[in-house]
């Protein structure tokens, strides 16, 4: 059984950081592109973030574009997103998804699986 754990949101101020992280399991990490969306509340979902876990290509939404990044760790099938200079409009539940064969981009309702969701909070 596939399963993709989201941990990591939190409660913070504008300006500060955050680091999330999707942990997978029963998968083939290798095999798979895994990002990030999210989700605010009356908006619609956004994609943010993805990387191709076998050559580490990455996309990045302009929204987030030079304050998020995006890694891996293969050892521990874990792809982690460095949130910085956080502002309101960050506000959202943050999803992982991940994609068999996928591009960095996909788009959030493309995903194979997708985890269960960590809320992050920006206040101003």
């Known amino acids: 059984e596939v399963q993709l754990q989201a941990s990591g949101g939190g409660l913070v101020q504008t300006g500060d950081s955050l680091r999330l992280s999707c942990e997978a399991s029963?998968?083939?990490?290798?095999?798979?592109?895994i990002g990030w969306f999210r989700q605010a509340p009356g908006k619609e979902r956004e994609g943010v973030s993805g990387?191709?876990?076998?050559?580490?290509?990455?996309y990045y939404a302009d929204s987030i574009k030079g304050r998020f990044t995006i890694s891996k760790d293969n050892a521990k099938n874990t792809v982690y997103l460095q949130m910085n200079s956080l502002k309101p409009e960050d506000t959202a539940i943050y999803y992982c998804g991940a994609e068999k064969y996928g591009l960095a981009w996909v788009p959030p309702s493309q995903y194979d699986f997708r985890g269960q969701g960590t809320q992050v909070t920006v206040s101003s």
């Open positions: 990387i191709e876990i076998s050559d580490g290509t990455t």
């Open positions: 029963g998968l083939t990490f290798e095999d798979y592109s």
